[in-house]
């Protein structure tokens, strides 16, 4: 089983989602706690969803 750490608050998670927060084209992991944080971002984008049990589904 794999993991990863949310890039905002650094928590271990084996769910995470890849957005976008800022201008530009920087897409970063975060959990579902901080997702839910920065979806009220202007710049929010969302890029699909990382999962450590199965195979990643990050879309395009
Ligand atoms: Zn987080």
Partial sequence: MKTKFCALCQKEDRVL?????????VWIFVCTDCCNKVKTEPNYRYGGTWKGSTLPTMGR
């Fill in 17 to 25: 989602y890849r957005v976008q927060v800022k201008k530009g084209k």
